[in-house]
């Protein structure tokens, strides 16, 4: 699976910024997929995660300000980001893994296949 994120950029606090993640290589039908985050000298945290269809599971951080979605047929994932706080400031990961009934994990170790990040700040 390759993931290749976009979007990423500078925003004033309060503002919004929607993420891209470009899916090849293997059918998107089959995998969960999820958006992770991650600031110099922390762990990589979860963000969101989304099933093959359009259940979800965030984290209780980004609950109400940030929405996953996917696109199978556009091979994309996306997470739109409203109510910014400079606390999202990170780089943020597309991530990729076969379909599981523990699709809700938010635990980056769950996941094999990594965009290159994207960098989200918020002043």
């Known amino acids: 699976v390759q993931l290749v994120e976009s979007g990423g950029g500078s925003v004033q606090a309060g503002g919004s910024l929607r993420l891209s993640c470009a899916i090849s290589g293997y059918d998107p039908i089959y995998l969960c997929m999820g958006w992770f985050r991650q600031t110099p000298g922390r762990e990589r945290e979860g963000v969101a995660v989304i099933a093959r269809g359009a259940s979800t599971n965030y984290a209780d951080s980004v609950k109400g300000r940030f929405t996953i979605s996917r696109d199978n047929a556009k091979n994309t994932l996306y997470l739109q980001m409203n109510s910014l706080k400079p606390e999202d400031t990170a780089v943020y990961y597309c991530?990729?893994?076969?379909?599981?009934?523990?699709?809700?994990?938010?635990?980056?170790?769950?996941?094999?296949?990594w965009g290159q990040g994207t960098q989200v700040t918020v002043s």
């Open positions: 991530a990729a893994r076969r379909w599981t009934v523990a699709w809700t994990s938010l635990n980056s170790l769950d996941y094999g296949n």
